[in-house]
């Protein structure tokens, strides 16, 4: 049975990420807006690399 399972896992190989800053607009002026961009590469068993890309605010990055 463990052996059944263990050929559909998905593992962790690396993450990247990026800050970025919105710190004007044409309606509003001094704002400070941060906004995340991560990159994770998941391995899977046949050694290929798959990659997801995921933008994020600063409260759903607390949440994580």
């Known amino acids: 049975l463990a ?22 607009t044409r309606a509003r002026h001094n704002i400070m807006v941060p906004k995340y961009t991560l990159k994770f590469d998941l391995k899977t068993d046949d050694n290929q690399t798959q990659s ?13």
């Open 52 to 64: 997801v890309i995921m933008d994020a605010d600063y409260n759903n990055m607390k949440r994580l």
């Open 3 to 24: 052996t059944d399972n263990e050929k559909f896992i998905t593992r962790y190989q690396d993450l990247d990420w990026r800050l970025s800053m919105v710190v004007a």
